[in-house]
């Protein structure tokens, strides 16, 4: 019995080594032949498990860090200046306003007057010397028809609320009337300042500095003058 149960396996052996011997090429092929079939069965299931892999490490939340943008490419930006600074320093600097103009003469000036009628002579300021007493082209001349007066022979005369010292050029020249009129007559009962143009067109003004009383009967009034031209 031992030996017929011993029997098979080599029997199978010697059979298998008769067949190699006689059919080597045909054994080949047919080893081959089951490996291919072998690899074949196991393709499918290596391709699923290296997928799998790969689906695993793709989701475990590892990324790769984006390489920084390449900043030779990005075009220059030329500074923006500042155009505060620059228009402020090509803007000219405002010149300041023009100074008031500066008198030609100022001084006190004795007007006589002649009771009932005007005067024959007055001051006149528009010569070298302003202020000298003439019979001809008289800017000022003193009236004593009603009451003590100085005349303004152009007519172009205006009270200024203001001082004699504070009164400009300027002033007087928004306040004197265009056109000239018949001549003027400022009571020296009236306290006062008054813009008038000579003769000649320039500026001037003047205020009354001895009022008389009503009792009296000057003969000459004394006023203060600042002339420009």
């Known amino acids: 019995m031992a030996n017929a149960s011993d029997g098979a396996p080599q029997g199978q052996r010697g059979a298998f080594s008769r067949a190699w011997s006689e059919h080597p090429a045909t054994m080949l092929a047919a080893v081959i032949g089951a490996l291919a079939v072998l ?4 393709f499918p299931l290596l391709t699923k498990e290296e997928s799998d892999v790969n689906n695993a490490t793709a989701g475990s939340g590892d990324t ?4 920084p943008p390449d900043s030779s490419s990005d075009p220059q930006t030329e500074p923006t200046a500042d155009r ?10 405002k010149s300041p306003p023009p100074s008031a103009a500066k008198p030609r003469w100022k001084g006190p000036i004795k007007i ?4 009932n009628s005007v005067s024959g002579t007055g001051a006149e300021l528009d010569d070298d010397e302003p202020g000298n007493l003439v019979g001809i082209d008289d800017d000022l ?8 007066a100085v005349l303004v022979m152009t007519g172009r005369a205006a009270e200024v609320g203001k001082p004699l010292e504070k009164i400009t050029k300027e002033i007087c020249e928004q306040r004197i009337p265009v056109k000239p ?7 020296a009962y009236r306290t006062g300042t008054y813009c008038f143009a000579t003769s000649e067109g320039d ?7 001895s009022t008389p ?12 003058v600042v002339l420009w031209e």
């Open 181 to 187: 009129s018949d001549p003027k007559g400022i009571t």
């Open 213 to 224: 009383s009503i009792q009296d009967i000057p003969s000459e009034l004394t006023i203060q």
């Open 39 to 42: 690899v074949a069965a196991l």
């Open 84 to 93: 505060t600074n620059s228009t402020a320093a090509e803007s000219p600097a």
């Open 112 to 115: 006589p007057v002649n009771l």
């Open 64 to 67: 790769i860090p984006a390489s």
């Open 141 to 148: 001349r003193g009236d004593y028809s009603t009451t003590p």
């Open 203 to 209: 500026v001037a003004a003047f205020a009354v500095t």
